[in-house]
């Protein structure tokens, strides 16, 4: 058993079975090699080289070490300060501390994570037009017990070192064509005050990422446990899952160019040959494919899509047996790659619905993985027995009163998105697959337990699984129902933040495909509503409410309406969740602006409307005084 586990490992969970570790762990040099390779028996230090004690990663202790050969990196040791004492009282003394901290404990605390007042624009990451051509996930027909994909293997252009900030002469000049800028960074030696700066900012990334984002897509390990792996595991592939966290949660800290670095350092070290193809990598390239599509780099983010769609199905990540093999007898690993396949599913299919660009080609493929168990219990470590979608499915019939994880439901509604994407065109609103599709969506709302009809828990706290279930399926109403609604979209084609626009021309009279796209958008704006902090929302609720928004919008710029006020006020909670979410994520910045614009259009056309006198016939001067106040506060808001 893996030294993680071994002090205060949980109880295997019934069904759980323990399996020997794989070979991912196994140190892939000797443990001592000279820079010509071959072995040597020169003098061990007493400490680790600062390029591993910065990964957290264990170090043989000769110089040079082998993680350092394998990456091409100085590898510098500093003289341990055990021991040391401090200077005698009473004596002025030279101090002879290293230039580099010698221990985690000469780290500075983990500083607060204060939210950033204004986005900051993230790098893009190069990308050429033949890298990806040949990603679609081909897979061979076989039996649906074993799938296999021809390995994949996209090669990124090399970061350079104009990354690094303040680069002198001879640190350029140090620099290894293999080497990224973050590495580069680590082997030059730099005072300890700057080096605690650069600690101060990694502790506050990796925190952030946890307190912010970690609830919105729960699948990579609990911060304590991930810790104690990456300690005692020589998988490299940890420092990649953190290198990817830390991007991800620079996000929502002032991180400076440290966000650059990680994402650089992050996608170089996914990609290069000698990186094991493990869980591990998927969720590192799963966490860069959320972050990149959150900062507007759709057409990367998908890239990365592609090939880790065919790597989950090349290391068999959506077979059952997959987390007992590879969770090394702890239930809490094996949960962590049960929710890997299933967050890859989710994210998969918010993304194809949301940008209407890809298929959400994993919905197509037969999957068997164990269903995932509640946030609390995951993160507490107290993992049940294992549940599968066959049980989920059979629930009704079955008589079993079994109640499954928000997670699940979150599946559910992410498999009923699928069917809906693959609908063929219809051009009739009485097609019998709109009946069959809103049967799907009205059973997923009808059957939800009672402590699931809402998105809070037991404890009236946030239940974020639930909220982007719920999300989800508003979503799908819309996407189903709109192309036969009365609700002409042309007012709202310039919003193109999150798909292209498609034209829906009015249905005429109002009719039932109305009414549940107007309810639908109305729930979504109500979700803004919740008392939590609303960038602890996925940044897919953006694209959400962008959708509603287009309704309200449609709807607004009709000549009359006579819940008009009402309407007005779902706007106004859309712009502001817009406005809110975009301090984090530039997707958002951009459809805030696209959605304030065409309120501001729509609300000057209305303004003309007024000097019509024909409008003003019927209505009373509490209802003429009511309406010229609302006027002067929107022009207030919208500036006009």
């Known amino acids: 058993m893996d030294p993680f586990f071994a002090d205060s490992a949980p109880q295997l969970s019934s069904g759980s079975s323990a399996v020997s570790p794989s070979d991912g762990d196994t140190p892939p040099f000797p443990a001592t090699i000279d820079i010509a390779g071959s072995a040597t028996s020169s003098q061990a230090v007493a400490s680790a080289c600062v390029a591993c004690r910065d990964k957290h990663l264990k170090c043989s202790g000769v110089a040079p070490c082998p993680r350092c050969i394998r990456i091409n990196s100085q590898c510098i040791f500093v003289k341990s300060r055990r021991g040391y004492k401090g200077p005698r009282r009473n004596k002025r003394q030279r101090s002879s501390s290293p230039q580099y901290p010698s221990s985690a404990d000469d780290y500075a605390a983990i500083e607060s994570c204060p939210m950033l007042l204004a986005h900051t624009p993230s790098v ?21 017990a074993y799938y296999t994909a021809t390995p994949v293997q996209p090669i990124f252009p090399e970061y ?26 680590l082997t030059t030696i730099s005072p300890p005050s700057a080096r605690s700066q650069v600690t101060t900012v990694v502790d506050r990334c990796l925190d952030a990422f946890y307190r912010m984002f970690h609830r919105g897509h729960p699948f990579v390990l609990p911060k304590d446990y991930f810790l104690r792996l990456s300690k005692h595991s020589s998988n490299p ?16 800290v002032d991180a400076g160019s440290a966000r650059e670095t990680y994402l650089a350092e992050a996608v170089r070290e996914c990609y290069l040959p000698t990186t094991p193809k493990d869980g591990f990598l998927v969720q590192a390239l799963l966490l860069l494919i959320i972050g990149l599509d959150g900062s507007c780099q759709q057409k990367e983010a998908r890239a990365h899509l592609a090939y880790v769609e065919a790597l989950a199905i090349e290391i068999d990540l959506n077979k059952r047996e997959f987390a007992a093999m590879h969770g090394k007898g702890n239930p809490i690993l094996e949960e962590s790659w049960r929710r890997t396949w299933w967050e890859l599913f989710v994210c998969d299919g918010m993304i194809a619905g949301v940008h209407q660009i890809t298929n959400f080609a994993l919905f197509d493929i037969p999957a068997n993985v164990g269903l995932p168990c509640e946030e609390e219990d995951y993160l507490r470590g107290h993992i049940p027995s294992t549940a599968y979608m066959e049980d989920f499915d059979d629930q009704i019939f079955s008589g079993e009163d079994r109640e499954f994880s928000s997670f699940t439901y979150r599946i559910a509604a992410a498999r009923n998105l699928g069917r809906l994407l693959r609908l063929p065109h219809m051009e009739f609103e009485h097609d019998e697959n709109i009946g069959r599709m809103e049967a799907y969506l009205t059973n997923w709302r009808m059957h939800l337990p009672e402590s699931k009809r809402d998105d809070l828990n037991t404890k009236c706290q946030l239940d974020e699984m639930m909220f982007q279930a719920h ?22 084609k ?58 309200h919008l449609s709807r607004w ?42 309120a501001k259009s729509i609300y000057q056309a209305k303004k003309q409307q007024r000097t019509d006198p024909a409008f003003w016939i019927g209505l009373s001067p509490a209802e003429i005084m009511s309406i010229q106040a609302t006027d002067d506060t929107i022009s207030k808001e919208f500036n006009i």
């Not at 350079?160 to 580069?184: E, G, K, L, W, Y």
């Open 237 to 252: 592939n940890l420092a990649i899952v953190l290198a990817a966290m830390r991007y991800v949660g620079s996000m929502y």
């Open 471 to 492: 999300f989800i399926t508003h979503a799908c109403s819309i996407m189903l129902h709109k192309r036969f609604s009365q609700i002409d979209s042309s007012p709202v």
């Open 160 to 185: 350079r070192a104009s990354f690094v900030p303040d680069m002198t002469p001879s640190m350029a000049s140090s620099m290894t064509p293999n080497m990224t800028p973050n590495v580069m960074a």
């Open 124 to 144: 893009s990451v190069p990308s050429s037009t033949n890298t990806f051509s040949s990603l679609a996930l081909d897979i061979p027909h076989q039996s649906p």
């Open 494 to 551: 310039s919003v193109t933040s999150c798909a292209e626009y498609r034209h829906v021309a009015s249905g005429g009279m109002a009719n039932a495909h109305t009414r549940h796209t107007t309810i639908a958008a109305s729930e979504i704006s109500k979700m803004v509503t919740q008392a939590v902090n609303i960038l602890s929302h996925t940044h897919f609720f953006t694209c959400v409410v962008t959708l509603s928004s287009t309704v």
């Open 557 to 598: 710029a009709m000549y009359y309406l006579p819940e008009e006020d009402d309407l007005r006020e779902l706007i106004k909670l859309n712009i502001g969740a817009l406005n809110d979410i975009s301090k984090v994520w530039k997707a958002a910045d951009t459809a805030w602006g696209q959605v304030q614009d065409v």
